[in-house]
């Protein structure tokens, strides 16, 4: 945690037009400061594709609390997470720093050590730096500690979030695929279990547990169909072997209700004081095992249900703020972390019941990829209180802005960049400025090819590797040992015909750019 100034700013501090437009609606009695100052509630999903929502031309699956926000809000056509895979794209969002400039920013294992530092500037501690509560739910995914495979997690973890500027935390340390199967409550496993000590390694089994490999008759919930086959818990196979937890231990079909529960009890707590609040959830990631009340919701399966579980979960956040009086003034962005991907690893059958439905709304790739299914995400930004007019927008926005737009927000920076890669001016484009937004966006797919879009092109750097990922999932990854560049036609990059000899010159100063930035 850094700081760039401690306390709170003065009202006459916050730049903005959005600020003297509030100013003016809060009545001379009420505190100023408290009335004018907007929550801020990040709905970050997981494996969620650009097609995958009502309002983003779903079939099979309704998402009515989400399509109300687009609704009453801004839709976005172009936004881009940082990465196609998560670790990276959580890097990012958090600290406004491409991924592909730090080591170790890749898909992180459960026990991995903790990838944002402690002295970096994060999102939460712009908030801090601007007086808020600050709070974290759900999904992390970017390690704990200070030393991979050192962790005790039977007595408190440090660093952990409260060492990166959350002042309060309930998250799981990886995926629900990856082991420690527990929620991490500040900096202690929640729930914890005396009888049950917590053991974990991504090296060896601990003598005597079952493995997802060893023992199949046990996998009584979910099956693998590639990988997830070290320990077991809850009928489930993961990565990653683990021992003990007893009542710790969470039941993959408790955990939204879970993590929802605490972001409720959050909201009501804090009502008074403005607060920023990074509600990350597991929907739709692997293994999907929804709450029973959610199974047979949509027409797809457990990923369907998944998506319907998400949207429930959306619909409880909302109702919330709308109870406690808040929703008018709170930005409430949604976005996903990363593009789609039907079989990642369990037999729950999404290839088979997908149907018409198409994850990444007819874009090329998917998760991992560098065609534009790997980082095109949904990308829903609500705020009643200045956000006049709803619409829909194809500004190329990326989430490499978020620390830096939400600074210039809350007034903290005076409009300079204080992440490396951010760009606070696109501030205007995210609550309606109509526009091209930024002039390009980087994205990384899951072998570090970058991918460079413009306005009016996307550029995918050579670097060769398979074209079809290798593993599991069926998904085209776009990569290729020669440039590719491709034309957007009608409002979409047009990625089956690549232009690249016949736009030589455009390919080339594309290329360039990106060398630019990169250095
Ligand atoms: C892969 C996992 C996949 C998922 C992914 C990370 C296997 C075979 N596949 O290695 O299931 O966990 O990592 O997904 O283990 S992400 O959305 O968190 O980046
Ligand atoms: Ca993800």
Known sequence: MRHLNKGLLSLAALPGAVFA????????????????????????????????????????????????????????????????????SRYALLTGQYPWRKQGTDVAAGDAAMIVSPDQYTVADVFKDAGYTTAAFGKWHLGLEAQTGKQDWNKPISPALPDIGFDYSYIMAATADRVPCVFIENSTVANYDPTAPIYVSYIRNFEGEPTGRNNPELLYNLKSS??????????????????????????????????????????????????FMYFATNDVHVPRFPHPRFRGTSEMGLRGDAIVQFD???????????????????IIILTSDNGPVLDDGYQDQ???LVGEHSPTGGLRGGKYSAFEGGTRVPFIVHWP??????????????????????????????????????????????????????????????????????????????KGGATIIPWGPKIETGYSTSPQLFRRVNGEYDESV??????KSVCDSISKELERIKR
Not at 245 to 273: M, P, Q
Not at 315 to 325: A, N, S
């Open 21 to 88: 437009q509030q100013a003016t609606r809060t009545p001379d009695h009420e505190p100023a400061l408290q009335q004018t100052r907007p929550n801020v509630v990040i709905i970050y999903a997981d494996d969620l594709g650009f097609g995958d929502l009502g309002c983003y031309g779903a079939k099979g699956v309704k998402t009515p609390n989400v399509d109300k926000l687009a609704q009453n809000g801004l839709r976005f056509t172009n936004a881009h997470a940082v990465a196609s895979t998560s670790t990276p």
């Open 226 to 275: 590639h990988g997830h086959d070290y320990s077991i818990v809850n009928g489930i196979g993961r990565i990653g072997y683990m021992k003990g937890g007893g009542k710790a231990l969470w039941k993959d079909e408790n955990i939204a209700d879970s993590i929802t529960a605490h972001a409720v009890d959050f909201i009501e707590k804090n009502r008074e004081k403005p607060f």
């Open 312 to 330: 429930w979960s959306v619909g409880e956040i909302v109702r919330t703020l709308e109870e406690q009086g808040l929703l008018e003034n709170t």
């Open 350 to 352: 999404a290839e088979e």
């Open 385 to 462: 209180a200045t956000i006049q007019e709803a619409g829909t927008r194809d500004a190329l926005l990326s989430q490499i802005d978020f620390l830096d737009v939400m600074a210039s927000v809350v007034g903290v920076g005076k409009g300079k960049a204080l992440s490396p890669d951010g760009q606070p001016e696109q501030e205007a484009t995210w609550f309606g400025a109509e526009g091209d937004g930024r002039s390009y966006a980087i994205g990384m797919a899951q072998n570090h090819t970058l991918t460079l879009r413009t306005p009016q092109w996307k550029f995918i750097e050579p």
């Open 498 to 503: 690549n232009k690249a000899n016949e736009y």
